[in-house]
Nanobody, 117 residues
Framework: EVQLVESGGGLVQPGGSLRLSCAAS????????MSWVRQAPGKGLEWVSG????????YYADSVKGRFTISRDNAKNTLYLQLNSLKTEDTAMYYC??????????GGQGTQVTVSS
């Protein structure tokens, strides 16, 4: 069974930083590209960032480019997203998803990021 467990969210002031983690199990992690997606209150799912299976290629939505950094540790079956220079519009539930560029519907509980002063 594929399991993706996100963590690391929280409440942070504008301009602050967070590091999200996604622990993967139930599949061969290093065979898959991975994505981070988010859903703001009242809005649909938005793709944020993607990474190739070995981590050599990184992709970002224009809205986060230069502020967020995706990475992975295949030895630990873990995906990361470093969030810097956070803005109020980054407030959302963040999910990791298997696959890039096509990703599967997130099945984890997500981790909430709230940016507010």
């Amino acid at each position: 069974e594929v399991q993706l467990v996100e963590s690391g969210g929280g409440l942070v002031q504008p301009g602050g930083s967070l590091r999200l983690s996604c622990a993967a199990s139930g599949f061969t992690f290093n065979n898959y590209g991975m994505s981070w997606v988010r859903q703001a209150p009242g809005k649909g799912l938005e793709w944020v960032s993607g990474i190739s299976s070995r981590g050599g290629r990184l992709y970002y939505a224009d809205s986060v480019k230069g502020r967020f950094t995706i990475s992975r540790d295949n030895a630990k079956n873990t995906l990361y997203l470093q969030l810097n220079s956070l803005k109020t519009e980054d407030t959302a539930m963040y999910y990791c998803a298997r696959g890039y560029p096509d990703y599967e519907s997130p099945g984890g509980q997500g981790t909430q990021v709230t940016v507010s002063s």
